[in-house]
């Protein structure tokens, strides 16, 4: 009689199709967190979660509310003596912005070639449904062999606000041995990777005020500063010749990298020639004195992420603009922390900005950086798993982007995270066409199978 | 028996009522030039314009069709031996974004105290039929003491591509003693003034190009260089600390101030205590070591239009944006030429853009400035209109804005023009709220009455 694990892998192998339908519906539903108009989307995919809980025989189902978008929790704990593992996930996606560059309209999601292009396909809603599907391969062929609880927030594009007060209200039901968190990726799809560091997150809005209303820049220009200018002399400030950040004390806080950090950013294939690859760019930039990999995943940054000013319609208007406006963030990493940079960011500004002009700063978002310690039983599980599916051995890495809820869930529950998600770094995450690699994506339910019965 | 002036004079203070409607029929239409999607509107107030031309007797009505947006003509030639007069106008508006900040409907004119609010009251709908209404007051009460054409064109805010082809293909049709334009203002409501100069214009599109699409800032920021960034770079490289602009050879051609200049700039009432009421800014700002009549009036400027990047909608997106765009203009002064500054533009683009982006610029219009001959008798009509009017002596000033017609006509007519309008410098021109001052717009009527006579 064959073990349940290859029954539940070969309940996988003949439900392909009506897993890809699921996350095809899923992908469907445009879960704008950020957006005030996507609120009854939201609700929608907060529900399709929900029911998604119920059909894996989920208990104590439940919908909180918090100020903004809810978070879903379930449970099924059948399996006393043998471990917790508490499921994070996040229904919400990035804005889709700018819509025009989108191949195929980006809530219907259409499957090209090998992959599957849609907003919130990679990021999060591929790996959400992947964990789905995986249990589902296991109680559909039997009994799941650990306990699972489920927490599933709506507010994780725009920086999670209202979890950790979640979190902190509810540490007895979320109580837990591990957290399995499969906001993540692998570093290409025939290297199997686990990520043990994520960077933190610091964002800005910063605007700029000048005259009181738009002026006409003939009969002004030339008396009066003008605001994108100081806007743009101000960000052009924020970098030194070396691409090395000049916001006061930024680095001293910076944790710096071992030779064996180093020795492992420099197995991963992320070089200047893979980034110029997918990026598209033909000369790779940044911090002087440090590889392509160390930069993303070992070093701060500062980008702008969005700017705004004046007349940006076709042809010409002769305005001198009343305000301009940057979105200005961080990527942090160890041991930084986001009121540092807060206030390393206010006190430039205070030094710098000209007596001519006026500002505001709003802190959008924060949450610092996180790094997970390898030798955990949980990581060892998942990293036996990849290899059974990979066929080798999987690379530890330190990745660029950030999940605050990582860091929140060892402050605030004492518990590891496993990172393990099966997104690839060419899937157009926060960008038009982003998209999941199918084949990687039925791997990665084989992997999350194979992680639930090595534990 | 009263004399044909007294008679045009108090037919016009009779129909002031009348006049207003018109001038509100006149703003209703949104003609905006540089959005194709008012092209209906354009047309709608090029015969408009045409259907006034011929309420006052105007012969050989003509709408001249141009790549863009057609020219009005029309001509009353029944004065021989008199002077010819060419009356420029222009019947469009600029746009109206930023929307939210007008107080009233910009194309529903509305009289709020002594102003009358909407786009184009000013600039130059209100002195367009400010010239209708002293020309009506004379035909309806006796016979034109000169000859008179019309040239009104559609692409004035646009930089009126199509006019300098236009003026020289009608080179016969237009020939004439001197052009009045009225497309200008008065240093204040109780000091009339005459402007004799004009800064020129150059205006750019500038797009920096980073990544082929949109990026993931914490996926691949620290290692493509921030076109947002870039651009921000290039255009705070523009200015040195003293507000000179950095432009390879920019200033080589800029015709010093003369003693005398220096002190008609020190007459006008335009001060750094002016600057702050109308503008709102409590610290002025401009080049080191010039007035702020002199920045305005005498001394080129470069000014970033307008700014687009990235995500710029509330809240946060962590975008690592693909292209980044600035509109730049440059107001010039005697003897900068646009192809001068197209030029410089390029080469600072050429030396100081980073390897690491790609970038356009597009040239979206551009005139040189002009100095106009005060002795001509042309000029000296309309000085003793003002002085009648007013009670004083007028003003000689240099303006900061751009008018580009008036080089033409110098260059492809050889006549000079009268600037001649009653725009005031809190008109908010280009902006949100537009508005022209109606007793001055009434004296101003007035004064375009004595003008004729005078001549």
């Known amino acids: 009689m064959p ?3 290859d029954l539940a892998l070969q309940y996988a192998r003949a439900h392909r199709e009506e897993f890809l339908d699921s996350l095809k519906a899923f992908v469907s539903i445009p879960s704008v967190s950020t957006d005030p108009e996507h609120n009854r989307d939201m609700a929608v995919a907060a529900n399709w979660v929900a029911d998604r809980l119920r059909d894996l025989g989920m208990e104590s189902i439940q919908i909180f509310p918090t100020e903004r ?4 929790y379930g449970e099924w704990l059948g399996a006393p003596g043998r471990p917790t593992a508490l499921i994070y996930g996040h229904y919400d996606v990035q804005p889709v912005d700018p819509l025009d560059l989108w191949k195929t309209p980006p809530f219907e999601p259409t499957v090209v070639g090998e992959n599957i292009y849609g907003r919130g396909a990679s ?5 959400d449904v992947a964990v789905f599907k995986a249990i589902e391969s296991i109680v559909r062929t039997g009994s799941l062999p650990v306990n699972v609880k489920w927490m599933l927030e709506g507010e994780e594009e725009i920086g999670s606000p209202s979890l950790p007060k979640f979190i902190s209200e509810h540490k007895e039901l979320l109580s837990c041995d591990f957290t399995l968190n499969a906001d993540s990726g692998i570093a290409a799809m025939d290297i199997p990777s686990i990520t043990y560091g994520l960077r933190g997150l610091a964002y800005f809005e910063l605007r700029v005020y000048g005259p009181a209303s738009d002026l006409h820049s003939g009969m002004y220009g030339g008396s009066v500063h003008n605001p994108a200018i100081v806007l743009a002399e101000l960000i052009a400030g924020m970098h030194d010749a070396e691409g090395h950040i000049t916001l006061p004390g930024y680095y001293d806080r910076v944790r710096p990298l071992t030779e064996q950090e180093r020795a492992e950013f420099a197995r991963l294939p992320l070089t200047d020639q893979s980034v110029k690859e997918i990026t598209g760019v033909s000369v790779p930039y940044g911090e002087a004195g440090f590889t392509t990999a160390e930069r993303i995943g070992g070093r701060p940054t500062l980008d702008v992420n969005g700017m705004l000013s004046g007349f940006t319609g076709t042809g010409g208007k002769t305005v001198l603009p009343a305000v301009a406006m940057a979105k200005i963030s961080m990527r942090l990493v160890p041991d930084q922390e986001p009121e540092d940079v807060n206030r390393q960011l206010r006190q430039y500004l205070e030094e710098r900005a000209p007596k001519t002009v006026r500002w505001e700063l709003d802190e959008l978002a924060g949450g610092a950086a996180s790094i997970s310690d390898l030798d955990n039983p949980w990581v060892v599980a998942f990293g036996k798993a990849l290899e059974t599916v990979w066929g080798k051995e999987p690379l530890f890495k330190r990745e660029g982007g950030s999940v605050p809820v990582v860091g929140q869930m060892q402050r605030l529950l004492g518990v590891e995270s496993v990172l393990a998600g099966f ?15 199918l084949p990687t994506w039925y791997r990665g339910i084989d992997a999350f199978i194979h992680f639930f019965f090595n534990l």
Chains 1, 2 share one sequence.
């Open 123 to 127: 990021d999060m809603k591929g790996q």
């Open 423 to 437: 997104g690839l770094p060419d899937d157009n995450l926060h960008a038009p066409n982003e998209k999941q690699h």
């Open 3 to 5: 073990e349940h694990r």
């Open 69 to 72: 978008h809810p978070v879903v």
